[in-house]
């Protein structure tokens, strides 16, 4: 809690209530000798009085008590064009409060999906603490991504890669030792879900949740400043940090929107783009060398390739196996990823022995292959012009950068400073170790990923009594919300829940093949990842085919049906080509699907579970028929999957 002066001020207390433009959502917001907020739609209280505030490092409070002299209103009903998204075109319709304060203004949104709020510096400020609370109304069940590493004390969890599952517990059961990250997803009543995440996040910590008290309200907790940093021996290459300063923010004027998702139901969430209205307009004008799509990637599957007459490995025979597997497909991108470079940690501006780069590219040139190269964050940070120089000018496509693992003020800066600098070289990212989305893909469309994800990698170690595929329809109403991830899917070795095991050079996914197929449509990713062997993929031609040429980018994207922690079915379009994908649980279930919006008559491929699925996951059926009427009945095995498209 924010500490208050110690002479007290008695200020008139006075509400103010925001309704979005279709009158069911509402915010109230108290001033006085409290500053809260509270949220309710149709009569129902989902959040009580929330405190909100803001401590500086010179001991200036803006929370009770605070004087506002002045309320603006606005309402805006824009549309903006999205060149990198789930739709082409994003509309922004909200009413909007501002309250005006010495130093500084409040502001207000009410949204029909959702309410956000964020305070506006007239000048940049230090900020020692922040009180952001949510005190939801009733006791509801959350689902929680708890942060699973360095878990030994609070503050040690902020070193964090936000890849974890989910417990699912009434909020009262939160773990006191743990915080969680954003989204976290709340199941409020009458089938409405609380979504919490933020947005805008350009210089300033990332939120985390806790919950130390045992109730129904969570507190945003935020790194400190980083003072001194040690560099991490061994594989993980951070920038270990050692002591911090004692604020959060340093000289900042850009404070991130606190974002409350509304839905009335489930599948709504699926199709949010509340993250992106949230962010800063774009900020990269000319796009015309960006290139979103799909890249083969050799990590996953351990560069193991089989059928040649050479040794497989790290290599430029190899890198040229994936390119003439890519160009045959039609896939824009090959990623060297870990390896290729002379050394890791302190030299990436050389290649190591076997790996001949400007031949790569020549011949990725030939092929029409673009290659993308990994690097990580440490070393990035401290010559990012040099090379995004040096590499731009042989023809490299853009960055894989890894192992950031927090989001304290200083690394969201780096990931700002990387996305203008990468731009500025006609280079996209894609960033890995790193926190969840917050918009910054809106304001530089060339971050095409973030990792910030439970994904397909941990499949190639750890307990194998995981459950990977609940994951996989949990987080379309979760992580997926605050915008796309580098899950990595594509799996041609799948397997049923009883016969998975952990292989880390010729790993297997949880599920069934559609299941894996049926990721390509519910995941956003703009730059796509195969995560199998090119080996693997030339004996699959049906699944192969298929993969690559669907869309990474779309012009439409519409919740059809799912419940979280269940299932999901999306449909997306690009063009006049509609793509249609469900994804289940490990549940065998049988769906009615309306598919209204695709003209009757239309011709169309689907891929279904296979009648032995249950037993061995990669079964499916291929099919081309008509699409007689509106409705379409499907049956989706346990962790299966199904997909359509129109031609």
Known sequence: MLALCAATVCVQAKDYTVLSPDGHLSVTVQTGNSLTYSVARDGIQLLEPSSIGLTLADGTLWGPGTQFKKTVRRSVN???????????????????????????????????????????????????????????????????????????????????????????????????????????????????????????????????????????????????????????????????????KDVIAENTQLLPWRAIIVAAEDKELTQSDFVWRLASPQAVQDLSWLKPGKVAWDWWNGWNIYGVDFESGINTQTYKYYIDFASAHGIEYIVMDEGWAKNTVLNMKETQANIDLPELIRYGNEKGVGIVLWTIARLFEDQMEELCAQYSAMGIKGWKIDFMDHDDQKIVQFYRKAAEVSARYHMFCDFHGAYKPTGLYRTYPNVLNFEGVYGLENMKWGDPSRDQVTYDVTIPYTRLVAGPADYTQGAMRNATRSNFRSVGDEPMSQGTRCHQLAEYVIFDAPLSMLCDSPSNYWREPECTAWIAKIPTIWDETLALDGKIGEYVVMARRKGDVWYVGALNNWEPRDLELDLSFIPAGSKVEIFADGVNAHRAARDFKKAECQLEGPKVKIHLAPGGGWVLNTK
Request: proline letters at 5%; glycine letters at 6%; aromatic letters at 16%.
């Open 78 to 244: 824009a549309f903006y064009e999205a060149p990198v998204f789930k739709r082409s075109v994003v509309s922004d319709h909200f009413n909007e409060l501002t309250l005006k304060a010495k130093g500084f203004d409040l502001v207000f949104r009410a949204y029909d999906d959702g309410v956000a709020y964020r305070f506006v510096p007239s000048a940049p400020v230090t900020v020692k603490a922040e009180e952001a609370t949510f005190a939801f109304a009733q006791d509801w069940k959350a689902f929680i991504p708890y942060v699973n590493q360095h878990t030994e004390t609070l503050d040690s969890q902020f070193f964090s890669s936000q890849e974890a599952q989910y417990t699912v517990n009434a909020i009262s059961e939160w773990n006191k030792d743990r915080m969680a990250f954003p989204p976290v997803t709340v199941c409020a009543a009458e089938g409405i879900k609380i979504c919490l995440t933020e947005s805008d996040l350009l210089d300033y910590p990332g939120m985390y949740f806790y919950n130390g008290e045992g109730g129904k309200t969570l507190t945003g907790r935020f790194a400190k400043v980083p003072a001194t940093y040690a560099d991490e021996d061994g594989e993980t290459f951070q920038r270990i940090i050692t002591s911090r």
